[in-house]
């Protein structure tokens, strides 16, 4: 559905950080569920823009913002 929009953002993170931070909510199966997913690097292939989810949610609020800047701009 991406053909719909003006732009898409993909937020993307390394695999093991996403797996930490999913076991870290108490979410099982986090493989399966990845396994039936685009990978992170075709979701940000795919997307207008694509933002690292690496660090603190302050640096992916400052990430966003950016983002956000040039789609106002």
Known sequence: MDAVYDATIAIVAPEELREDR???RGHAAVAE???RQLSQEEKAARATYAVVNDGTVEQ???RLSEVLAKLNG
């Open 60 to 62: 992916l609020e400052q």
């Open 22 to 24: 999913a076991g870290a």
């Open 33 to 35: 569920r990845t396994s």
